[in-house]
């Protein structure tokens, strides 16, 4: 048969990681694809820089949308990153060019998703993605192949290693986030910048691509709900452990009776679920479908390594002619999204206040609580210091998210409470 | 496009259960599938028997065979089970008929997979069996199609729920094997003939079968080394907790220096391993990559839910046109399985010994050890009862099983040995 030509966009360490295993797998991944996968033409931003390959017979283009459109190649790989500018530009041109598109761009997918994957079935073509969620864990195939047959409740998850490595770190060590993130920057494990991945808007692409696989719908990024974990402190975590739990930051897509709920944000969670063993930079998924039940699944979400191999996983399936809606589901018969608003979620929370330690002030706060219905489980005040600050901890039965606002808002007012109340939503994880 | 007809030949609880869930979700499977799929024939013991399935329409075969030769399908869907007899017959005779086949049978497999994968291939047709391995878990989808990139080093896993369950029960109750049997099969979570889940049988064919897909060897079943879970006493898991340790039925594959280790048996694992958290009937497959890394699978193992769940997904992969090599690779170039011998296998040991409580008992034992080559790491004598029987534990150092069995031959001779020692072997799974 025929050699699968790849066109590769962006050789950073991903796309040098995806060259390298084309070249060096070259006979085992033309045995498993029934043909030879050949790159034939790259494209970066720099053409002088020495990446160690041998680019000798491979064209090179300065411009990525000219050789999506122009390389005489079968596939476009997309390894440029971005939601817009040319990594948008490429991924059209190559699938108004006919040809199919793999990319590891979860920021371009969570806005634009539903629209590229419109225009590759109207071109015959599709987009895969695997790389773009949860690294080398091959989620997308699972979700999208693997539980085909399920209805799917729920999709939940550690998307983000950034985050899961530094709240890793701050329980193991009890520092603080300020200092485990300039740790973990220091390590490579954080980036210069690392609002995207701190404030959760990297788990938020993520999730906004599981839902839409997972649930057959539009994309529908700004509907998730998130926030990140600057605020969580040394404090909540150690009160977390002694409360049973372990906070993590996750990313939940939930069927519930006001549509599907997308949410990211940090979670006190049973220490016994699967996903509070996960730590460090790992990601894990968990997916639940009516027949199948719980599943998860776990590894690295980030790196040259896993990321690169869920690219040539999309390769090699592309090569064997597997051609498959890019959401599961024809993009045509994607259901809107219909997100549920964030007030109607309910649960129950853990709330850590400030207060003046004085008689009468867990009473207010008892009584902002009760005026919202909402139900007291459990209420921690250590030591005492009469006239000082102190910490509160208290957790509620489930409650609604509105009614959790207007109390936080009342107790804020409150004279005795000297700092912001603090609210870390509890997950039970139990379907 | 055509409907796809399936053939469905079983109708116990997994068949009913796939019958079931082809007619209850067939929008949503033929939007998957891009074509409709219906059960156009099926076959059964018992024509008379109500199973609540309406089959006005569906052609009946007495004889499975039949109808995997003259029904007018194109899947033929093999739920009978049995190594032989008629599901070998039955998927040979459709192989043979040109239409492709999806299995649950591992038994089958485990003994015929080689051979049935050369006849698929010579007929043009492939061989589903997703749910053979480890219920609804997709690891078979995923050694083939997600991690193809990856040269796999290892593949291990709890692959019996009903051995996890009853290892679980016991840690959990502090109750003997035989009770916790008892208990597990009054609730319908071990057989009334246990031995094929407790003696590692089934958890052998798994292996056998994950080995070849993910080494692109040969099946090797008989070169599977093989032992279960009767021996594990309540005091072996009393003393693995102490040590750190949690036991659990293994099946492990590994890459080594003298061939690929296939082995089935009782493994002391860490307790901070991810496998060690996984208990219950829950079933979890490790698979290391060079470029993924470490990834975990989990979820149920067994059940009709689960096991339906697997078969249709194969099916939906059938109609969608999907037709990979069963084991990835070309069944020709399946490499021998060159499985490596169980005395060849390398690692630490945990022993327990009954001995008669007087001094230079421990010195004769550790002779033993000291002659051949073996390093003792830890010594556990509980209690002191002079004169009388008493346990000892040890644990050694890396050593050669070849070594441990000359050792432990020459332990049970000892005069103060008052039972044939017990061996659990300790991995640390790290790579």
Redesign the interface.
Known sequence: MAPLGVALAGLGTVGA?VFA?LRD?AE??A??AGRPIRVVAVSARDRTRDRGLDLDGVAWFDDAAEMARDADADIFVELIGGEDGIAKAACEAALDAGRDVVTANKALLARHGTRLARLAEETGRTLGF?AAVA????IV??LR???????ISAIYGILNGTCNYILTQMRETGRPFDEVLADAQALGYAEADPAFDIDGIDAAHKLAILTALGF?TEIDFDGVHVEGIRHVSADDIVFAEELGYRIKLLGIARRTAHGIEQRVHPCMIPQ?A?LA?VEGVFN?VVAE????????????GAGA??T???V??DI??LA???R??VF???AA?LAPAGTAAMERHAGPYYLRLVVVDRPGVIADVAAALRDEQISMESMIQRGRAPGEAVPVVLTTHETEEAAMTRALARIETLGSVVQAPRMIRIESLVS
């Open positions: 990681g295993l797998r085992t991944l045995e498993r695997e690294g080398g864990i091959p195939k699972a192949e693997g539980l085909a047959a399920n209805r057959g016994a699967p063993r894990a479908g009516d027949s199948v039940g719980t599943t998860v699944f776990e590894g690295r390594g896993p690169a191999s869920a040539v996983a090699v399936d064997r002619g597997l498959l809606p599961a589901a024809p018969g």
